[in-house]
């Protein structure tokens, strides 16, 4: 039996959007913020100019979407929270608003804003921490490692290393507490480190012990690499940084030793990501149709290029600098395929609106 127009509003279109809103939804603002960054640190300012305005765009109407389901549906939204496979997507709306706090002090200076948000982002840090892992630890009935596990996961080492890379920046600003700041996000660095070193031990055992089927092979495991560049970003700002704290200057050479080993790490990781992709893609035929989870494949190639950059800095080796001069134009085709299917997903959705007709749209 068909349904009623009436159902099949826009209004019940956008509130089926709200009530499925991904946690990762995020995302998209992480990989846009740090692909422009790294345009920003590459010499292409206008690009980052116009990724800064995007982003700002889409981080307004992120925030007025999840606050929307918070209020509407909050029961879904908690479910989700305490769900093992789902749950760790809440800690890309920490890290993305570290990355528009990054954004906003690099590319305009604004130094209260990008407080606000860092702020903002270590509040959220500790509420969406220790509500998740609370959650799935003491849930009576919990998943298998195949279920429950995914590249998602290593987002909550992101999301903490992204409180230490903004909160270093920002540290200068406030010249009476800068060595309170600047221990603050050498701790956090530290807890992204250890949140890396354990979830990424159970995700190379799901790779490599557990049977993998090409489907479950998603963009989210690129995250594998995206974990340890932004942690070598981290450890080279606080290394940049080390001048304004007598800690961090005793501290320099084993943040230096500790963060070559997440590039090191990270570059080893990349062409592997390649040869599975092309055994997901072109062997087994896994169709590449846009979801938001290629968002989360996007934000890794952005950060390594700025991490990479950064690193060459703190080492004071120029030979680095060649790796991002040429890793910044896969970022950017990258994040250019994956908006283009973003707008062909947003104009398939405005067209099956269109469809329903005005009268239907009218009534609602």
Request: charged share 10%; proline share 5%.
């Amino acid at each position: 039996m068909q349904q009623p127009q009436s159902e099949w509003s826009g209004t019940h279109i956008a509130r089926d959007w709200i009530s499925g809103l991904s946690p990762a939804s995020f995302a998209l603002v992480m990989a846009t913020g740090i692909v422009s960054m790294a345009g920003e640190a590459l010499g292409f300012h206008r690009i980052a100019m116009g990724l800064l305005a995007l982003n700002l765009v889409a981080f307004t109407i992120l925030w007025a979407m999840t606050l929307l389901r918070l209020v509407l549906h909050p029961e879904r939204l908690l479910a989700d929270l305490r769900t093992h496979s789902k749950g760790p997507g809440y800690f890309t709306i920490v890290a993305g608003t570290s990355v528009v706090g990054s954004q906003l002090l690099i590319l305009t200076d604004q130094a209260d804003l990008a407080t606000g948000l860092w702020m903002l982002a270590l509040g959220l840090w500790g509420l969406i921490s220790y509500a998740f892992f609370t959650s799935v630890i003491v849930h009576p009935s919990k998943p298998s490692i195949e279920e429950g596990l995914s590249g998602v996961w290593l987002i909550a080492s992101v999301a903490t290393q992204s409180i230490a890379v903004l909160g270093a920046l920002v540290a200068e600003h406030f010249p009476t507490h800068q060595e309170d700041i600047l221990f603050l996000c050498l701790l956090f660095y530290f807890m992204g480190g250890m949140l890396y070193l354990n979830i990424m031990a159970l995700v190379f055992q799901r790779l490599t012990f557990l049977a993998v089927e090409p489907g479950s092979l998603t963009p989210p495991y690129w995250i594998s690499m995206g974990a340890t560049a932004i942690a070598t970003q981290a450890g080279a700002t606080l290394v940049l940084h080390a001048g304004e704290s007598p800690l961090l200057l005793e501290l320099a050479p084993f943040i230096k030793g500790f963060t070559l080993f997440f590039w090191a790490a990270g570059t080893w990781w990349i062409p592997l990501l390649i040869c599975l992709a092309v055994w997901t893609h072109w062997r087994k035929g896994v169709p590449l149709v846009y979801t938001p989870l290629f968002w989360g494949a996007v934000f890794p190639l952005g950060m390594y290029t700025v991490s990479t950059h950064h690193l060459a800095m703190a080492l004071d080796m120029e030979v680095l600098r060649v790796i991002p001069a040429v890793t910044i134009y896969a970022a950017f085709l990258a994040w250019g395929l994956t908006f283009f299917g973003l707008l062909r997903r947003l104009v398939s959705i405005l067209r099956m609106v269109t469809r329903l007709g005005a009268s239907g749209l009218g009534r609602e």
